[in-house]
């Protein structure tokens, strides 16, 4: 063998052992890969197995709808549910559970609502509920004559001189196209949050608002409206959509005659009161600076037990970190359990949780608001973070869930965006909440355990992933 063959020959032998080894180290690498999967899909199905087997958000839920009930911010049911979900948490041996203080608006419903439309001789009672911060009408009520409109553009063409002195009826029903129901009720919204602002503008004396839902039904869906100080703080209800069409169907109605519409509600709002966020916790082993929230709001309407909202969001969120606890996991990233106060006229409790952030590191917050129905998927703000959670749908697909896709988040994390929390919002089927949405008939009887524990294990899952992997 010559001297150039032998240099050939170390050559390709050096070339090839590089080869080799470069192979070697592939294999090792695919092989912990899929090791780790394998890992990774054991644990996903001990949590559901957790869940649907020895499950407890369903009870929880039925003590917080039926022994607590509606949870207005400021009631004394608010307090009641604090004192329960903090309890709650420290039974199950969570590493922290404290309670953060907020201020929050104390605004009382008052005696039920009535209300009755007249025409020429004949008057029918309709069904009505008092919008959540109204102002009330005075112990006579008010009546007035009608005027309907579907949007704030219609209002303006009329003007102050049609408008004064008499009731405006904002009569825009949600979009039915849309498949995600919560678009339609983004959409209709205005009208209920910004209405009497708007009627008050050209003299209106009170607002009635078509109730935000898609059922035809007699209920009527309460829900935050708004004032400026600037402008006069006129009465509203929110009016059932058998209602609501049969008012429109008077007012069209060329031998109507003229229509007037009598309310009353003795609502009220008192000054700020302390409530809490109740926060429980299990500790990163790892990058335990680096905070994972999931979360919903403690609070709910007055008028049914709220257990679609957002009693299910709290018990779900329990429950992630339990079944996380009780399978035997230690995070490497710190998991947080926040239940937020004042939600749905406010949103203080989601303000005051956000100055944490200003000095603790935010990762990622998953929030449950949108009722206890079959999973779906989950929606995230961040389009790098959604590239690199969607690596792990197939972890999540034997479960059904179908998707994490961008667009996502929530209210009460909302304020966590600014200081760099990716915002992850939990989807279940959105076919039925807007039903029972705002409702007396959001009742614990409405809730399907199977469902309900079924969201707990995919926010647990994901809460899981995230702790694992982070968000690259």
């Known amino acids: 063998m010559s001297v150039t063959q032998a240099s050939i020959f170390t050559k390709r032998t050096i070339q090839s052992m590089k080869f080799q080894t470069v192979l070697l180290i592939l294999a090792t690498i695919t092989s912990q890969v899929g090791y780790s999967q394998t890992n990774d899909s054991i644990f996903i199905r001990k949590l559901y197995s957790e869940a649907l087997t020895k499950g407890e958000c369903y009870q929880n839920l039925r003590y917080l709808c039926t022994q607590i009930g509606g949870r207005l911010s ?16 420290k039974n199950n041996g969570f590493d922290t559970v404290y309670l953060q203080q ?11 609502e009535t209300a009755w439309v007249t025409k020429g001789k004949e008057q029918k009672r309709m069904r009505v509920c008092a919008l959540g911060n109204s102002v009330g009408t005075g112990p006579n009520g008010i009546e007035a004559p009608v005027v309907e409109v579907r949007n704030f553009d219609e ?12 009731i405006v009826f904002f009569n825009r029903p949600m979009n039915p196209e849309y498949i995600q129901t919560g678009r339609a009720y983004g959409e209709a919204g205005n009208q209920r949050g910004q209405g009497p602002i708007e009627a008050a503008k050209y003299g209106a004396i009170g607002v009635i608002v078509r109730s935000l839902t898609l059922a035809n039904d007699t209920n009527p869906h309460t829900g935050m409206t708004n004032y400026v100080d600037s402008i006069p703080k006129i009465p509203a209800c929110a009016i059932s959509t058998v209602d609501a069409d049969e008012l429109s169907m008077l007012l069209k109605l060329k031998s109507a005659g003229s229509v007037t519409f009598y309310f009353r509600q003795t609502c009220q709002q008192y000054p700020d009161v302390l409530s809490y966020n109740v926060i429980g916790e299990l500790k990163g082993t790892m990058n335990p600076e680096e905070i994972i929230v999931v979360g919903g709001h403690l609070d709910s309407w007055d008028n049914g037990q709220g257990a679609h909202d957002d009693g299910a969001g709290v018990v779900q969120s329990i429950e992630a970190l339990r079944l996380l606890q009780k399978s035997g996991y230690k995070p490497k990233r710190t998991i947080r359990c926040v239940l937020f106060m004042n939600e749905e006229n406010g949103v203080r409790g989601g303000i005051e949780y956000a100055t944490l952030a200003k000095t603790q590191k935010h990762l990622a917050a998953i929030e449950s608001d949108a009722g206890g129905f079959t999973p779906r998927g989950f929606g995230v703000s961040d389009t790098s973070a959604c590239l690199a959670l969607q690596q792990f749908v197939p972890l999540l697909k034997p479960y059904d869930i179908d998707y994490i896709k961008q667009g996502g988040g929530g209210t009460d994390i909302g304020p966590l965006r600014k200081h760099g929390c990716v915002l992850i919002g939990y989807i279940p089927d959105s076919q039925r909440y807007f039903d029972y949405h705002h409702t007396a008939i959001d009742t614990f009887d409405k809730i399907n355990k199977r469902e309900l524990e079924l969201g707990a294990a995919a926010i647990s899952s994901l809460a899981y992933i995230i702790s694992e992997y982070g968000i690259k």
């Open 155 to 166: 209002l303006a063409k009329l003007g102050r001189t049609y408008i004064s002195g008499k």
């Open 102 to 112: 907020v201020m929050v608006p104390h605004w009382v419903r008052g005696e039920k």
């Open 74 to 89: 400021g009631s004394p049911q608010a307090e009641q549910a604090v004192t329960y979900t903090y309890n709650l948490m």
